[in-house]
């Protein structure tokens, strides 16, 4: 275990619910994102926050949204989602997310696998 | 130019031999490189991070950076079964909060 939890593990929702997905980092860190893999295709990065604070958002569509209330726990909040957001969702979190010389390597939660029906 | 590349695979080698995995990457303003492996149907673990030009080892693992090359590798020695899994590079400007990663590369290692 690295230290980082996601809750749910699966989830199937219609199009028209709202849902939600949580991480929690136990390992003291300042920095959480929020990536997108999809089949046959590299991780996207989604959303950054550090310290709170949101400091990346990759042209995510409104449909997506993120909260961040204190640097443990980060939260992906999820309405009117199409197919094609289906896709396994990973939780990550780092020491600083700015540092070159270390503490921005990051480490993964177990993810969410989320089917859109 | 895909921000960070890396041959897909898969890469197959025997039980016992080294495998290397390569990585390229487009911005010359990148300083923190990762190396992330991921069994199917699992989340990214992290085996390496380098940030200085040249070699870095732990284990049967070694990174090497090139920087005037943009290039970073993987070399695991005595490879094992177990390491059959995915290979994702990544790559992250100094300063920065956003990192790139590769499409990976799968490494298949025959018993």
């Known amino acids: 275990e690295t230290g980082v939890t996601q809750t749910p593990r699966h989830l199937v929702m219609g199009m028209t619910n709202k849902k939600s997905l949580k991480c929690e980092q136990h390992l003291g860190h300042n920095a959480m994102y929020w990536y997108k893999q999809s089949a046959k295709k590299p991780l996207e990065l989604m959303f950054v926050y550090n310290f709170k604070e949101q400091t990346e958002n990759n042209s995510v569509p409104s449909r997506f949204s993120p909260e961040c209330p204190n640097s443990s726990h980060l939260f992906l909040h999820l309405h009117t989602l199409q197919p094609e957001d289906s896709a396994l969702y990973l939780c990550?979190?780092?020491?600083?997310?700015?540092?070159?010389?270390?503490?921005?390597?990051?480490?993964f939660g177990p993810g969410t696998r989320l089917t859109v029906l | 130019q895909k921000e960070v590349e890396q041959n897909s695979g898969p890469l197959s080698v025997p039980e016992g031999a080294i495998a290397s995995l390569n990585c390229t990457y487009s911005?010359?303003?990148?300083?923190?490189f990762f190396w992330y492996r991921q069994y199917s149907g699992k989340s990214p673990e992290l085996i390496m991070f380098i940030y200085s030009n040249g070699d870095k080892e732990d284990g049967r693992f070694t990174a090497q950076l090139n920087k005037a090359s943009q290039y970073v590798s993987l070399l695991i020695r005595d490879s094992q079964p177990s390491d059959s899994a995915t290979y994702l590079c990544a790559v992250k400007r100094a300063g920065g909060f956003k990192t790139i990663f590769g499409a990976g590369t799968r490494l298949f290692v025959k018993a």
């Open positions: 990550a979190s780092s020491q600083d997310s700015r540092a070159g010389m270390g503490g921005d390597e990051q480490f």
């Open positions: 911005d010359r303003g990148s300083q923190s």
